[in-house]
């Protein structure tokens, strides 16, 4: 099993910047894929970014597209979330997740192992 466990986020007014952290313990593997996702109330969760085992490919969802990076730092079992420019609509409970697969995969249906949520909130 895998446990996974989010940390850094808060409430940050809109163009500011937070960092989200995941922390992995347990029968993590760096070949995998990580990613991360969100959830605003009232709505399905949605794909954010992911990156591969390496670290030497992402993807990003395009409502964050230049604003977020993803990171990982495999000696330490962590993925960063990186978001800048933030913006209200960024609101929501980040969620960070593991993969059994080495591709940058989108679907939530594609992520076996869940951490608890972060909340951000941005405001106006």
């Known amino acids: 099993q895998v446990q996974l466990v989010e940390s850094g986020g808060g409430l940050v007014q809109a163009g500011g910047s937070l960092r989200l952290s995941c922390a992995a313990s347990?029968?993590?593997?760096?070949?995998?894929?990580m990613g991360w996702f969100r959830q605003a109330p009232g709505k399905e969760r949605e794909f954010v970014a992911v990156i591969s085992g390496s670290g030497s490919r992402t993807n990003y969802a395009d409502s964050v597209k230049g604003r977020f990076t993803i990171s990982r730092d495999n000696a330490k079992n962590t993925v960063y979330l990186q978001m800048n420019s933030l913006k209200p609509e960024d609101t929501a409970v980040y969620y960070c997740?593991?993969?059994?697969?080495?591709?940058?995969?989108?679907?939530?249906?594609?992520?076996?192992?869940w951490g608890q949520g972060t909340q951000v909130t941005v405001s106006s």
């Open positions: 347990g029968r993590t593997g760096s070949s995998y894929a």
């Open positions: 997740a593991g993969s059994v697969y080495t591709g940058l995969v989108v679907s939530t249906g594609n992520y076996n192992y």
